[in-house]
């Protein structure tokens, strides 16, 4: 069985909107798939794809070969993947505060004896 990722469409007529799907290559296009990996809208401006790079990545390296559309979609969003990956750096603790630090001395009364 040769397995593909494609893209299945979905949505009303001018109005195009794919699902991104793992399935069989002989298998219709809207036919039966395996698993859906992501959703792709071609009219939304900017970021317009959602995809789970990681059960993408697992797929071809189980010989699942990649649409165009597909391989295009799947590099644009590791980039994005990697760019919101937070550094490598350890993040500072922050000392916690001291019962001082927290009530601010009062000013001393006077008192009248």
Do not use: C
């Not at 794919?18 to 900017?46: C, L, N």
């Not at 990681?54 to 649409?67: D, F, L, N, T, V």
């Amino acid at each position: 069985m040769s397995v593909s990722i494609r893209l299945r469409r979905e949505g009303a007529k001018n109005r195009p909107y794919y699902k991104v799907v793992v399935a069989d290559s002989h298998s219709p296009r809207d036919g039966k798939f395996i698993e859906v990996i992501g959703t792709y809208d071609p009219k939304r401006p900017g970021h317009n794809s959602s995809l789970n790079v990681e059960r993408a990545e697992y797929w071809i390296s189980k010989g699942a070969q990649p649409s165009d559309t597909v391989r295009s979609l799947i590099k644009k969003n590791k980039k994005t993947v990697t760019a919101a990956e937070p550094s490598s750096e350890p993040e500072r603790e922050i000392a916690p505060l001291t019962q001082e630090e927290v009530v601010p001395p009062s000013a001393p009364t006077e008192s009248s004896n």
